[in-house]
Nanobody
């Protein structure tokens, strides 16, 4: 059964914005850290942003203050607000657990983000 469903991707011009959403299942959601990951074809998946169960966020260095991760534990949702998008942000974006304890969902389908003129 599907445990994670990502949405909100699309085609956007450089400098534009997108808001990604992730719907998760299971009561464990509210107790674990979650993250957004991205993957370019031919490259390995990388962590973009992480948020603790209590809402403490941290980001990969390349984000440079442009992205904001947030969560709503009552709705079992994680969001990624992406501003000032650049072509190098083009990738498939996925959500998943990002806990130090190692809990992990099965990967969802991801959502494609394409930044191009």
């Amino acid at each position: 059964q599907v445990q994670l469903v990502e949405s909100g991707g699309g085609l956007v011009q450089p400098g534009g914005s997108l808001r990604l959403s992730c719907a998760a299942s299971g009561s464990i959601f509210s107790t674990i850290a979650m993250g957004w990951y991205r993957q370019v074809p031919g490259s390995q998946r990388e962590l973009v942003a992480r948020i603790s169960s209590g809402g403490l966020a941290n980001y990969a260095g390349f984000v440079k203050g442009r992205f904001t991760i947030s969560r709503d534990n009552a709705r079992r949702m994680v969001y990624l607000q992406m501003n000032s998008l650049q072509p190098e942000d083009t990738a498939v974006y996925y959500c998943n657990a990002a806990s130090s304890g190692g809990y992990f969902y099965s990967w969802g389908q991801g959502t494609q983000v394409t930044v191009s003129s």
